[in-house]
């Protein structure tokens, strides 16, 4: 088993496998055109190549790039690792080729890297395995992670007809201009998305204030004074995360339609920040524990009182946390949806998650649905991107409501 | 010579201390119990009784007043109806004031009675479906079209409820009953263990790998992390909706790659046949929380004493016999707590599947069984009823979890 020989051959093969498959859905994506990987060929021509790269170490350098060339070149006709449609463009073509070619000979210049063709150590094997298990490990994860948000982007630019001819075919038409956000301009001006929008982004500020001005004294208690009944709390706030949602929906709505706060905003602003405020103190007292008592003390040394130490000397020093925890709560607030559908009936009052479900009917066309999906990511994904560190800080210190 | 004891019981400085840790905490206990306490016991209370979603009106009686007729005929009436066809309504009363200007006129009818401007009828019990018609003439000085907006602008008063189901005292088993009947149920459950059990464990395996993957420093690795973050960023229907858009019979892209691809040779309906939906479902629950599971171990990862693998690189251990013997030991904290944590929220999830499939196809677990019960049948009580099975099940995973994760966290 432990063959040059024999280990090259089998990475080569599997890897021809994975990249012929990438490129063709790639390619498919991008152009709409015929790809389809040829899993037996790709088997055949890889092995090839594996021994080829196995037995020419890398300082024969011009024999490995011509396999992988003659590789990419066998695309052009039906016995390559990627059959190329009949109807597509020469560009397209070209880049297949060029594609197979140089990604195959870098990839397997750096699986097989010093693999000898006889005997292997056990390093040496197990090093390549690895190395091909990386190599598809970041194909697969970006491909699942990206392909359904280019899918999602892509297809709110498309019109309905386009669409249902070939749903490949994500090629943007780019002569049209401004026209090609006509399903956002609609979404703003006939589905009052705007509005959506400023609703969402309220309720989700001031859940954010709420949560805090609930959880900052609490999760201070909770770090810092002994008293009767400590460790229950700290224990039930964690219990608190287990119940689901839609069993506490249940008399929510009850309670809501009895006192005439269901289909109020009033009243999602009030529930909000409940569902937020045991992550909160947990997250929150996590970080104080952290926080050095001393300073405390010599501030109620000093004359400050309990409520002032907190004031002028714990948050000041906490802040990083509590940007992690208002994201998190940002976040939580903005894509929360079972709430809203329960409680929100009266289009003028909804949030944005309740009004891009109401964009699923089969009336409304599905780019409509999808560009109402993009304009609320869009705002999430800028606040993640821009603050990363906070939120994963945040993601990771709150173990995280699911 | 005395030896110093020390003080017993709790100093003035510590209760006083207890005091304000309990003020600091009284919002937030308060609005929790009322949100999250007070609804629990609500739902255990439902369980028990037939209410439904027509309930949530209860029977009231409804007042119309009108100025009719003219000239000598003129008169005020009141159309007094009880809002159910089959329930009675106890205590029923009508108050009003005639405005000024209007000068009742001879008798009115038995349960009725004028005293000056002011009228007063106690009908008592108002059957279902019954109605009652109060006549009292009157005479008007000055043109009657004026006066009719001001009579039937001044709202009577009207007294009376109808026995609420919520609040009275009969209780039946009866939701139970028919949450437990039949195959369904034990169908609801096992759609339930498959989607929480296969959905843990496939996001957490995914975790591994992709912590694995990112485990080391190089250009990149952190916008790298934040892209595999994004699925669990994304708010859930944007991304549940693209999956739906996605993986469409008609028009979706996935099925076009897979007829272009010869995979299959027609489109498939992934989220529409049977077995097929539930492994979507599930897929999609991998898709959504791996990154959760990955940015944990990552994490714990991190923190892994590097002298470690240098001792063992010295030991000649081979890089699967370090996987296998140093870092999954060390990981299987962390492993077994996200276990737990998540195959509760996995068996809470409702979201995720009641956006894919809306329950149909075979998808349908407990919560959405829920909400399926409450809403699609309108029948509150029975969905309360699965409800508390779900709280009963989730009590007995919280027990399981204390006695590991007090172990693990030293909670």
Redesign the interface.
Same mark, same amino acid.
């Given at each position: 088993m432990r063959q040059g020989y024999f280990t090259g051959p089998i990475l080569g093969a599997l890897w021809l496998v994975v990249i012929a498959t990438t490129i063709?859905?790639t390619m498919?994506?991008a152009t709409g055109a015929?790809?389809?990987?040829q899993v037996l060929l790709s088997v055949i021509w890889g092995a090839l190549a594996g021994l080829a790269y196995v037995r020419f170490p890398a300082r024969h350098a011009s024999a490995r790039l011509g396999v992988s060339a003659l590789l990419g070149l066998t695309c052009l006709t039906s016995f390559g690792p990627v059959l190329i449609g009949s109807d597509t463009t020469l560009q397209a073509v070209l880049v297949t080729v060029v594609a197979i070619a140089a990604v195959m000979h870098l990839s397997m210049a750096e699986i097989l890297k010093e693999l000898p063709f006889g005997e292997l150590t056990?390093?040496e094997y197990?090093?390549a395995v690895?190395r091909f298990c990386?190599g598809f490990?970041?194909i697969f994860?970006?491909a699942?992670?990206?392909?359904?948000?280019y899918?999602?982007v892509m297809?709110s630019l498309k019109s309905q007809q386009a669409?249902?001819q070939?749903?490949?075919d994500?090629s943007l038409d780019l002569d049209q201009g401004w026209a090609l956000f006509r399903s956002y301009t609609e979404l703003f001006r006939d589905f009052n998305f705007g509005s959506y929008l400023w609703t969402s982004f309220y309720v989700s500020v001031l859940t954010v204030f709420i949560t805090l001005?609930?959880?900052i004294?609490?999760a201070?208690?909770?770090a810092r004074?002994?008293?009767?009944g400590?460790k229950a709390?700290?224990?039930s706030i964690?219990?608190?995360y287990?119940?689901?949602?839609?069993?506490?929906a249940?008399?929510?709505y009850?309670?809501f339609?009895?006192t005439g706060l269901r289909n109020s905003i009033l009243g999602i602003v009030m529930?909000y920040?409940?569902?937020t405020?045991?992550v909160a103190?947990y997250m929150l007292q996590g970080y104080f524990r952290g926080l050095p008592t001393e300073v405390e003390e010599a501030g109620l040394m000093d004359g400050l009182s309990?409520l002032a130490v907190i004031w002028k000397i714990t948050l000041p020093l906490s802040l990083p946390a509590l940007a992690s925890v208002s994201l998190y709560v940002f976040?939580i607030a903005?894509?929360e949806?079972?709430l809203a559908f329960m409680l929100l009936d009266d289009p003028s009052k909804f949030t944005?998650?309740r009004g891009?479900?109401m964009l699923?009917s089969s009336e409304i066309p599905?780019q409509h649905?999808?560009a109402g999906?993009?304009i609320?990511?869009i705002p999430?994904?800028a606040l993640?991107?821009g603050l990363?560190r906070f939120?994963?800080k945040g993601?990771?210190a709150g173990?995280?409501?699911? | 010579m005395t030896s110093a004891t020390p003080p017993t019981g709790t100093g003035a400085l510590?209760k006083r201390?207890?005091r304000?840790?309990?003020t600091?905490?009284a919002?937030?206990i308060i609005?929790?119990s009322?949100?999250?306490i007070?609804?629990?016991l609500?739902?255990f209370w439902?369980s028990f009784k037939p209410f439904t979603l027509s309930d949530?009106r209860p029977p009231a009686p409804v007042v119309r007043e009108s100025l009719r007729g003219s000239g000598d005929d003129l008169r005020i009436e009141y159309r007094l109806r009880n809002s159910s066809q089959d329930i009675a309504i106890d205590g029923v009363t009508v108050r009003d004031v005639l405005p000024d200007g209007v000068m009742p006129l001879g008798d009115i009818a038995a349960p009725c009675a004028l005293t000056g401007q002011e009228l007063f009828c106690d009908f008592g019990t108002l059957e279902g479906g019954q109605r009652e018609r109060i006549r009292v003439p009157v005479a008007v000085d000055g043109d009657p079209d004026a006066f009719e907006d001001l009579v039937e602008g001044s709202e009577p008063t009207v007294t009376g409820s109808g026995p609420s189901v919520?609040t009275n005292f009969e209780f039946s088993l009866e939701n139970f009953a028919r949450v437990f009947d039949g195959d369904e149920f034990w169908g609801v459950l096992w759609v339930t263990l498959f989607y929480t059990v296969f959905g843990t464990i496939g996001a957490l395996v995914m975790g591994l790998?992709?912590a694995?993957?990112l485990n080391k420093s190089f250009k990149g690795q952190?916008f790298?992390?934040?892209?595999?973050?994004?699925?669990y960023?994304?708010?859930?229907?944007? %991304?549940a909706?693209?999956?739906?858009?996605?993986f469409?019979p008609?028009? /979706?892209?996935a099925? $076009?790659?897979l007829v272009?691809?010869?995979l299959s040779s027609e489109p498939i309906n992934f989220f529409g046949e049977r077995p097929l939906a539930l492994i979507m479902v599930t897929v999609f629950e991998i898709?959504r929380?791996f990154p959760?599971s990955f940015?944990?171990i990552l994490?714990r990862m991190q923190s892994i004493d590097s002298s470690m693998y240098e001792a063992a690189d010295m030991d000649g251990a081979?890089?699967?016999q370090k996987f296998w013997l140093l870092s999954i030991p060390q990981l299987l904290g962390i492993l077994s707590v996200l276990f737990l944590?998540?195959f509760?929220?996995?068996?809470?999830?409702?979201?995720d599947i009641f956006?894919l499939t809306g329950g149909n196809a075979g998808t349908r677990t407990l919560?959405v069984n %829920?909400?399926e019960q409450?809403f699609a049948v309108s029948n509150?009580g029975a /969905?309360?009823a699965v $409800?508390v099975v779900?709280?009963l099940c989730?009590i007995t995973?919280?027990l399981v979890?204390?006695k590991f994760?007090s172990r693990e966290e030293g909670?």
């Open positions: 063709a859905v498919s994506f015929a790809f389809r990987p056990r390093h197990e090093d690895i990386t490990g970041y994860f970006t699942i992670v990206v392909i359904p948000f899918v999602m297809t669409l249902l070939n749903p490949l994500f001005a609930f959880s004294p609490g201070y208690a909770v004074f002994r008293f009767k400590q709390f700290s224990r964690l219990l608190i287990m119940v689901p949602m839609i069993v506490l249940l008399p929510i009850i309670a339609s009895l529930i920040p409940v569902t405020i045991p103190l309990r976040m903005w894509n949806f079972l944005l998650t891009v479900t699923n599905r649905l999808m999906a993009v609320a990511t999430i994904m993640f991107l990363e939120m994963t993601l990771t173990s995280v409501k699911g | 510590a201390e207890a304000l840790a309990w600091l905490l919002p937030t609005s929790v009322l949100v999250v007070l609804p629990l609500a739902i439902i949530l919520l790998f992709a694995l993957l952190g790298i992390r934040g892209l595999y973050l994004f699925p960023v994304a708010p859930v229907i944007a %991304v909706f693209t999956w739906v858009t996605l469409d008609f028009s /979706g892209s099925n $076009a790659l272009q691809m010869g898709w929380y959760l940015l944990f994490a081979s890089p699967f944590l998540r509760i929220w996995t068996f809470n999830k409702f979201d956006l919560t %829920v909400y409450a509150i /969905g309360a $409800a779900i709280l989730l995973f919280s979890f204390f994760i909670l």
